[in-house]
Structure formats: C-alpha cells, structure tokens
C-alpha cells in the first residue's frame, strides 16, 4: 500500500507561481510512475505532468507545458509540480497519484490517489 499527502495549494493572483508537494509512504516513489492530475468544478480529471519511476522522463499536458515542471525527490520520497505563470484556468482541485502505470497519461492505470489540494488563481 501506498498513501501519498499533496500539499503546497491556495489562492493566487493570475501570474503567480505555486509548488506542489507530494510525499508518499509506504512504498518508494522510485519504483513508480508518478502524475499530477486535477479536477475543476463540473469538469473531469484531467492528466497535468508525469514523471517516471526514476526521474528521467517527464510529460505535460499541452495546457500546461512550459510553465509546469514535475520533478522527483527520491531520499525524500516526494515529487514536486511547480506551477508558474498561472491562470484562472489552472484553477482546480491538483491530486497526486503513482502505481504500475502502461500510459502515465491515463487516470484509470494509476493505482494510489491522494486526497487532493486546492488551488485558485483570482484573475
């Protein structure tokens, strides 16, 4: 079992910048794929970066790319989603999530989910 906490959330103006923290126990994050997902009101979650079990390889969505970054802290068992330059669009409920994933853009491949932090960006 894996439990993963996300934290680093909250209200900012359009422009502003946000890092997201993800930290895992249970199990290392350096044998899983990991993703950020998000969810706005009335809207289905939706893929914003992933990165692989060893931090080589990262992917974005094309909403976000160029102004997200996921990275991946092994010794200290989080992953990271810094968010610049945001937009009221961006404004969601960001979950983290890993597991034994084929495509790390799919929701339903990945098996452990966080409970979710809540950002607002104000235009």
């Known amino acids: 079992q894996v439990q993963l906490a996300e934290s680093g959330g909250g209200l900012v103006q359009a422009g502003g910048s946000l890092r997201l923290s993800c930290v895992a126990s249970?199990?290392?994050?350096?044998?899983?794929?990991t993703g950020w997902f998000r969810q706005a009101p009335g809207k289905e979650r939706e893929f914003v970066a992933a990165?692989?079990?060893?931090?080589?390889?990262?992917f974005y969505a094309d909403s976000v790319k160029g102004r997200f970054t996921i990275s991946k802290d092994i010794p200290n068992n989080t992953v990271y989603l810094q968010a610049n330059a945001l937009k009221p669009e961006d404004t969601a409920v960001y979950y983290c999530?890993?597991?034994?994933?084929?495509?790390?853009?799919?929701?339903?491949?990945?098996?452990?989910w966080g409970q979710g932090t809540q950002v607002t960006v104000s235009s």
């Open positions: 249970g199990r290392t994050l350096a044998t899983y794929a």
């Open positions: 990165i692989t079990y060893s931090g080589g390889t990262t």
């Open positions: 999530s890993t597991g034994r994933v084929g495509s790390v853009r799919r929701l339903d491949e990945y098996q452990y």
